[in-house]
């Protein structure tokens, strides 16, 4: 089968040009995926914690009184870190964070175990221990 040189080089074009147009939306695709939530820089002397495919880690968190939580939601959903259970409602702390954000909130003052839930999502649930 012999080729006229004019259909090659039309196959040729046809064929790059599906190729720049195949890069170019790979490209596109990669500069507008949003990359991972890196986890926020905690103050010194902080402790960190992770909300991930809806559940809080490390459990349980052991602080001392006072101290400063840092808390980054890896999920693309919204979530709280809510003291108290669903039917045992608590003020100790509540921190609300909008999907792939971060936020601190400080430990009680006084040692204790707390639960704390997300008010989002109730079936999330973990424990602050808070020992001297």
Not at 23 to 46: I, K, S
Not at 59 to 87: E, F
Not at 111 to 123: A, E, F, L, V
Request: glycine share 6%; charged share 15%; proline share 11%.
């Amino acid at each position: 089968m012999k080729l006229e040189p004019r259909r090659l080089v039309a196959s040729v074009a046809a064929c790059t040009v599906v190729l720049v147009g195949a890069t170019w939306v790979v490209d596109r695709t990669v500069a507008t995926t949003p990359d991972p939530v890196a986890a926020a820089p905690a103050p010194p002397g902080a402790a960190t914690l992770a909300i991930a495919s809806f559940v809080y880690n490390p459990n349980p968190v052991s602080v001392a009184p006072g101290t400063v939580i840092a808390v980054t939601n890896q999920d693309n959903a919204k979530h709280t870190v809510t003291a108290g259970t669903r039917d045992e409602p608590s003020d100790a702390f509540d921190l609300k964070l909008d999907a792939a954000a971060s936020g601190t909130f400080v430990a009680p003052s006084e040692p204790g175990s707390y639960p704390y839930i997300c008010t989002i999502h109730p079936g999330m649930k973990a424990t602050l221990e808070v020992t001297p």
